[in-house]
């Protein structure tokens, strides 16, 4: 019988070589979850681990690549966010610190940042919202793209990973495309793949490892959850928009729709500016979620989970999960093989 990685290699080839890895599972950033850690491990177990930059300093982004770099020889990369004030600084640490591979996530990256990465070697990879971004984005030079549908944990879209699947893996050729969003199985990564998709991302998965730093309690809300859990929070007034974020329900949930009315209500009295106002109201999960994963106040704090949260059920290491998503991808393709043959 074929080994697994035989198996794999048939449908994940491509994204193998673009990586670098032995197992072309990517894992999501997550702010204050994805740092040197869990990313080190996720690279040691075989798999693509990735620095949740969005949210750093330039310094302390450095000084996290450098720590990852002590704990693993293999491939990873940093996660940037695009709307960053300091991006510009931020892609001259991982020029500086010869990262491989960078993603440009929270909108269409800037024309000339694409262009100073690729320029100084980096691979850049992008989040394809829709079939014609996804072709403007590898036209203004990405190098690979990730489809994250609306089941995923965090800022999220409105379209689904399997409808994205569909519309965008088919017609995207040139690059590689990875698929994220909702996926916490073998079974559904081999799904994706056998659909076209170099490889998988997988985020709420690797919250509850041993190598996680999240606070026990956050873990536990986690175990607990059931998938009808993670909702995605309303905007209460078009004026201030408000970028989905799927989170597990609990007060801080509530209080985030408390918070956006005080500060409407602040803005309407002439307290605060239309802009500052906004800020705030998008600034508001950057502490809640510290709170949570940090503080362990899993009440006030934010649970950010995707609906693969109910497949949660116990903690366990990086590579027992990576083992365990490998062996069920692979068996899940030998049937398919045997119902094709």
Not at 57 to 80: D, H, M, R, W, Y
Request: charge should be neutral; charged fraction near 20%.
């Amino acid at each position: 019988m074929r080994s697994n990685d035989q198996i794999l290699d048939d449908f994940w080839k491509a994204g193998r070589t673009f990586l670098n890895t032995r197992y072309v599972i990517m894992g999501g950033a997550m702010s204050w979850v994805s740092e040197h850690h869990l990313v080190a491990a996720i690279s040691n177990a075989g798999g693509f681990g990735v620095i949740a930059g969005g949210a750093m300093s330039p310094e302390l982004l450095k000084k996290e690549i450098e720590q990852t770099k002590a704990l693993t020889k293999n491939s990873f990369g940093v996660n940037l966010i695009t709307m960053h004030p300091q991006l510009d600084e931020l892609i001259d640490v991982c020029i500086e610190t010869k990262v491989s591979h960078v993603i440009l996530a929270g909108g269409i990256p800037p024309v000339q940042a694409v262009k100073k990465l690729k320029d100084a070697g980096v691979k850049v990879m992008c989040f394809a919202p829709a079939l014609v971004l996804a072709k403007r984005l590898v036209k203004s030079g990405a190098d690979a793209l990730i489809l994250e549908g609306t089941e995923a944990g965090g800022h999220i879209g409105p379209v689904a990973t399997n409808i994205l699947v569909q519309e965008i893996v088919p017609h995207i050729k040139e690059v590689p495309v990875f698929v994220a969003g909702g996926i916490g199985t073998g079974e559904m990564m081999a799904a994706f793949l056998e659909m076209g998709a170099a490889g998988c991302q997988l985020g709420t998965r690797f919250v509850c490892t041993t190598e996680c730093i999240a606070h026990p309690n956050f873990k536990k809300a986690f175990i607990r959850a059931n998938s009808r859990d993670a909702l995605p929070t309303v905007q209460i007034d078009p004026r201030f928009p408000v970028i989905p974020v799927r989170a597990i329900t609990n007060e801080g949930t509530k209080r985030f729709m408390e918070f956006q009315m005080e500060t409407i209500q602040k803005y309407q009295r002439g307290e605060m500016e239309l802009k500052e106002a906004q800020l705030a109201i998008e600034h508001y999960w950057g502490g809640a979620l510290r709170r949570a994963v940090i503080d362990g106040d899993v009440e006030n704090g934010s649970l950010m989970a995707g609906q693969s949260v109910g497949l949660v059920k116990e903690e366990k290491s990086v590579q027992a999960v990576i083992d365990e998503l490998v062996s069920d991808a692979a068996d899940a393709l030998r049937r398919l093989s045997r119902i094709t043959a």
